[in-house]
């Protein structure tokens, strides 16, 4: 903290300093110190102003490139489906046959304790993700 305050003191003048700065300003100014004053302001609202543009600018590139990544996720998600049908049209038996194992095939049990837990959690106001809604599997504590 010591440190810090001391880095300070070089940055933020004393009153004794800022009574020099003000004699120096009008040694060197003279009658143009008010002028001198308004064109420093000015510089430094113009100032503030284009970092606030910078600012915004910045956030709307970050935008755009969240644009981007979501037209390449749905250009990869087109081009997979293309694919698959094109697959589809060159061999329809082993089409109609992944198919056929997808309806079949049977999920696990941990597969459907996750879907019921996110469908209760989707339905159920104010439950808390942390804490699940269907019980453990094992035994009960007594």
């Given at each position: 903290m010591v440190c810090l305050a001391t880095n300070l003191g070089?940055?933020?003048?004393?009153?004794?300093?800022?009574?020099?700065?003000?004699?120096?300003?009008?040694?060197?100014f003279g009658r143009r110190l008010p002028?001198?004053?308004?064109?420093?302001?000015?510089?430094?609202i113009q100032l503030r102003q284009g970092l606030g543009k910078l600012k915004e600018e910045?956030?709307?590139?970050?935008?755009v490139a969240e644009l981007r990544n979501t037209v390449?996720?749905?250009?990869?998600?087109?081009?997979?489906?293309?694919?698959?049908?094109?697959?589809?049209?060159?061999?329809?038996?082993?089409?109609?046959?992944?198919l056929t194992n997808e309806?079949?095939?049977?999920?696990?049990?941990?597969?459907?304790?996750?879907?019921i837990q996110e469908s209760l959690l989707d339905t159920a106001p104010g439950v808390d993700e942390?804490?699940?809604?269907?019980p453990s599997e094992g035994p009960e504590p007594s």
């Open positions: 070089f940055i933020f003048p004393s009153g004794q300093e800022m009574f020099v700065l003000l004699a120096v300003g009008i040694m060197l002028e001198v004053g308004r064109a420093v302001g000015k510089t430094v910045m956030a709307i590139d970050e935008e390449r996720d749905v250009q990869d998600t087109v081009s997979s489906t293309v694919e698959a049908h094109r697959r589809a049209i060159k061999d329809p038996g082993q089409a109609l046959m992944d309806s079949l095939s049977v999920p696990s049990i941990s597969d459907i304790k996750h879907d942390g804490v699940s809604p269907i």
